[in-house]
């Protein structure tokens, strides 16, 4: 379907805004979007929806979207299952908030991240904590409707 390669060390922090961190290539140009790990998530239990490939290996019945932004269509595998979508915590991204406020529209459960929390991602969580406390502080920190709302407010910084 198709494959995705990103760079895993960019020493040049000068240049590491300009150079490309991920390519992705489609085999077939109609695929709206991507996902990993679609084909190993149960979908009888909760799925974790990440962002990158990378994070989703740090949960349990985690899949990722291959990129943020997948809301058009989410993969019938998962279509009737208990989902919570993780963004990265990016509260002064205006497409990632964006995105979650979409989500939060359409009556998702989303992780709103807390405070403490200063890592962008999963994966750079990973570095500091267990994989079993991230899980954790996801599902404490998932919420949807009028609570998601008003905690997603308090988290953007845009």
Wanted: hydrophobic share 40%.
């Amino acid at each position: 379907m198709g494959a995705q390669g990103r760079a895993i060390n960019m020493t040049d922090e000068a240049n590491a805004r300009t150079t490309l961190k991920y390519i992705t290539v489609k085999g077939d140009k109609s695929i709206d979007r991507l996902w990993y790990g679609l084909w190993r998530v149960n979908p009888k239990k909760r799925v974790y929806v990440v962002e990158g490939p990378i994070d989703s290996m740090f949960l349990q019945n985690a899949i990722a979207m291959v990129g943020a932004g997948a809301l058009r269509n989410i993969p019938d595998r998962i279509a009737d299952s208990e989902t919570t979508w993780i963004y990265d915590n990016e509260p002064r991204n205006l497409q990632i908030c964006a995105y979650i406020e979409k989500l939060i529209e359409l009556g998702r459960d989303v992780c709103i991240w807390p405070d403490s929390i200063k890592e962008k991602d999963i994966n750079d969580m990973a570095y500091q904590r267990s994989t079993r406390k991230i899980q954790k502080m996801i599902d404490e920190n998932t919420f949807s409707g009028l609570e998601a709302t008003l905690r997603f407010r308090d988290w953007r910084k845009v």
